[in-house]
């Protein structure tokens, strides 16, 4: 977001040795710290860091066993996630290809439980490997145990900021993605007469479909989306499709309903909006995609987004939640 203020220490971690030695000497004198990827979906405080930032470098890439249905690896966490993808497409495995061109790296992609096009990544996820800052020792969280949920993981919630994720290990299939797929790629394949649904197929599409909706923030300063679809019980949904017809949403399996959250800023007047006061603006094509063109403050950023919130909850009853995180 080009927002907030310096920290007090930088420093590299190259290798699992660099990451204990690392937490070791912010530990030994006392110095708090944060561990980060590509810093992606952060939102830095304008009041900075006294602290030591590590990031996250470690790289490698493993296949560790591979058979006919499919191959599993290990990623480093500091790999650039989309290069991941682009390799597994490469080889022809499948289940990351929905994931393409998510910025940042493999080690923060569980954090977050990164979801596009109608996948997550707990559905090839096999296991976390991290050094665990609570035990001292190096190990692996199974899938099972990260807790994930949509846009969630115990690395976002309880247990934030206790693991540095060292790597990740993914099962990717030998077989080809197979319908129905997320509406916005089953209308891209039917526009552009795809039929032959491959890893690759998906990448282009999603490559494409990602190119016109969200800005590049190597260009243009975002964090992707800025708050997550909100559940809301069904009563309510029933309720606000009685005044908006066209409302969106979907009814998960917890008898709940999602709603867009894209759908409800754009509703309430916020689609391709330039706010001078605060220099912030939300994306043209992707009312969800807060940006920042002159804003200096991370303060501003907050007050334009206390400004949706706002507006939607009075129209919708609805208090949408900041996806990116806000640190320190
Ligand atoms: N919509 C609008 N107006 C908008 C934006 C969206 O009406 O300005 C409607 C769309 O028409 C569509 C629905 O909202 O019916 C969903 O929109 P879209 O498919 O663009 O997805 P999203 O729910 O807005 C989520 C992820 C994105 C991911 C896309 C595609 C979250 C918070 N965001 O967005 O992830 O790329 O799905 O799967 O879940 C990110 O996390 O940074 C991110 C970009």
Known sequence: MKLGGPARWLAEAASKDDAQELYKFATDKNIPFLIIGQGSNIVWRDEGFAGLIIVNKILGREVLSDDSSGVTIRVGAGENWDEVVGRAVDNGWSGIEFLSKIPGTAGAAPVQNIGAYGAELSETLVEVEAYDTQTDSFGS???????????????????????????????????????PFYESLTKYFEEHGVTNYTPTSVREAVTAIRAVKLPDPSVVANNGSFFTNPFVNKEHFEKLKESYPDIKGWPTPEGKVKLAAGWLVEQAGFKGIHDQDTGMATWQDQALVLVNEHGRKTADLLAFKQKVVFKVDELFGVVLEQEPELLP
């Open 141 to 179: 969280i199974l899938n099972e145990a990260c807790q994930f949920s949509y846009r969630n993981s115990r690395f976002k919630s309880k247990d934030k900021n206790r693991f540095m994720i060292t790597g990740i290990i993914l099962r990717l299939k030998k077989s080809l993605p197979e319908p």
